[in-house]
């Protein structure tokens, strides 16, 4: 079975805090995604990445960055949190082959707060 | 751009009853299809998706869905739900170019003895 991990499920910031969301998978995959879930909202994709150091930005970018310097690993990076940054994160990956659209497979999420 | 609608915020249904959850998608190719669901707490489990060939697809759990090109609609049913159903789903539909989920914004199923 595929895992996908976050560090934390549960996490409180103060504005400001610069602050890191881990996530890893055990599967080997090629693309991996940071969504935002909000009520009302569904789920929005933040960035995405389809290999080691490439990445790209999804539908809401802004004031948040990525690192991806292993494949397993695919950190979110809140430069300088607010409080409208608080929400449930939640990392994806998918197999990433070429010519087809694979599952993503997610992790369990993390409930960042900002205060 | 691509879009998915689920037009059904909340919905209520009795333990047995039948079930059905409403998605109109809007993609300008052949469309990827998913539904997903999250259980309280937890992250999205995949319920089935449809690619290509047979319009009726199966999943896990006891449901399935019906692609409806005419009608840009791929409805997620299942016969009779157990209490164990309450969640929330999630249809979603993949740009095939860089796999990027769009997502509905999910209804919410509650269900009563």
């Known amino acids: 079975d595929v895992k996908v991990t976050q560090s934390s499920r549960y996490l409180v910031k103060r504005t400001g805090e610069k602050v890191f969301l881990e996530c890893v998978q055990d599967?080997?995959?090629?693309?991996m995604f940071w969504y935002r879930q909000d009520p009302g909202l569904g789920l929005r994709l933040i960035y995405f990445s389809y290999d080691v150091k490439m990445k790209e930005k999804g539908d809401i970018p802004e004031g948040y960055s990525v690192s991806r310097e292993k494949k397993e690993r695919f950190s979110l990076i809140l430069e300088s949190a607010s409080t409208n940054q608080t929400s449930m994160y939640l990392c994806?990956?998918?197999?990433?082959?070429?010519?087809?659209?694979?599952?993503?497979?997610f992790g369990p999420g993390t409930r960042l707060t900002v205060l | 751009a691509q879009s998915v609608t689920q037009p059904d915020i909340h919905i209520t249904v009795s333990e047995g009853a039948s079930l059905e959850l409403r998605c109109n998608y809007s993609y300008g190719a052949t469309p990827y299809l998913f539904w997903y669901v999250q259980s309280p707490g937890q992250g999205l489990q995949l319920l089935l998706k449809y690619f290509s060939g047979d319009t009726l697809v199966q999943g896990i759990k006891g449901f399935e869905a019906e692609f409806k090109r005419s009608q840009s609609s791929f409805n997620l049913r299942k016969p009779s739900v157990h209490w164990s159903d309450a969640a929330e789903y999630f249809c979603?539909?993949?740009?095939?170019?860089?796999?990027?989920?769009?997502f509905g914004t999910g209804t919410r199923l509650t269900i009563i003895p």
């Open positions: 979603a539909v993949a740009d095939f170019g860089n796999e990027k989920l769009t």
């Open positions: 994806a990956s998918s197999l990433g082959t070429s010519g087809r659209v694979d599952t993503q497979y």
């Open positions: 599967m080997d995959h090629e693309n």
